[in-house]
């Protein structure tokens, strides 16, 4: 049994010496997929930060009210939203507040007619779905009818901006699956080239009556080799991104949406387990075609 497992771990092993460019270029090509697995996942999680960070600040729905009502009615409408919605801000400005944000040149000219303008109420909604803040606009609507003069929010920037994002990310996605299809062919061409070359020994051991399992053993386990010195090369690297850069410094949410919050250690166990994987569906992509 134990000569077995050494025949086999020294099988494993010989194409690293008769193809060892060929090795090096399976063990890259591996390593590439794997960083580019790694940012697929850095990206879909960045890409809900941006995404729920992006709303949380930038979702602002702007209530005004009509500007037949007093400031002190309209500020109990505004806290009577904000609680019968259960929103957690809510924000009122008085004719006197937004007439100080008004051009100057304005105004002089508005300077003793305020009346027309409408008080605001500006929310910011922690709601995650469009649908969601519509749904809620209308019911604001018909809560409280002709005492809103409008509502208004963002609707068309969210949804560009979601549409971006989910376009960035498919277009990611796709180079991934890609390069995931490249690396299991090369490391199947790599596997067919060392079975050539060892055709004579194969047959040796045919007409022994070797075990399937125990001809192909060699080849997986060497598969396996190119995915694991795949996996050690993407982890320094992914090692190396995580320590170089800091954004810390910045304090703007969508900076601060760019920082992973996935741990480090997830990243090198997901390597891991995909750079295996690889080796071991291209080497039986391999031996598979040839030894069957």
Same mark, same amino acid.
């Given at each position: ?28 090509? $591996? ?5 580019? !697995?790694? *940012? /697929? %996942?850095?990206?879909? =999680?960045?890409? @809900?930060? +941006?995404?729920? &960070? ?116 498919? $277009? ?5 699956? !890609?390069? *995931? /299809? %490249?690396?299991?062919? =090369?490391?199947? @061409?790599? +596997?067919?080239? &060392? ?98």
């Amino acid at each position: 049994m134990i000569e077995q497992l050494r025949f086999i771990f020294f099988e494993s092993f010989q194409s690293f010496k008769r193809y060892p460019v060929y090795s090096f270029i399976s063990s890259l090509t $591996i390593m590439i997929c794997l960083i580019v !697995i790694s *940012f /697929i %996942i850095y990206l879909s =999680n960045v890409t @809900n930060n +941006i995404s729920d &960070n992006f709303k949380d600040n930038e979702s602002i729905l702007k209530i005004f009210i009509n500007n037949s009502i007093g400031d002190a009615e309209s500020n109990k409408i505004c806290e009577d939203i904000r609680d019968k919605f259960n929103f957690q801000y809510a924000t009122f400005e008085n004719r006197n507040d937004l007439f100080k944000n008004v051009d100057k040149n304005l105004q002089s000219w508005l300077k003793d007619d305020l009346n027309f303008i409408p008080c605001l109420c500006s929310i910011n909604i922690d709601l995650k779905t469009i649908n969601k803040i519509d749904s809620i606009i209308n019911s604001i609507n018909e809560t409280y009818g002709k005492k809103i003069e409008k509502t208004i929010y963002p609707r068309s920037y969210l949804n560009k901006f979601e549409k971006a994002l989910s376009m960035g990310y498919s $277009i990611i996605f796709i180079i991934g699956i !890609i390069v *995931f /299809i %490249i690396s299991i062919f =090369n490391i199947s @061409n790599i +596997i067919k080239l &060392n079975i050539e070359s060892r055709k004579n020994i194969i047959e040796i051991l045919q007409l022994h009556g070797a075990k399937k399992y125990f001809i192909k053993a060699p080849f997986i386990i060497e598969g396996v080799i190119h995915g694991f010195i795949g996996f050690l090369f993407s982890s320094l690297i992914i090692f190396l991104v995580f320590n170089s850069f800091s954004l810390d410094l910045y304090n703007h949410f969508l900076v601060n949406s760019l920082i992973t919050t996935i741990p480090f250690k997830v990243y090198i166990i997901l390597n891991l387990i995909f750079g295996i994987l690889l080796g071991l569906i291209g080497s039986n992509l391999g031996t598979s075609n040839y030894l069957e």
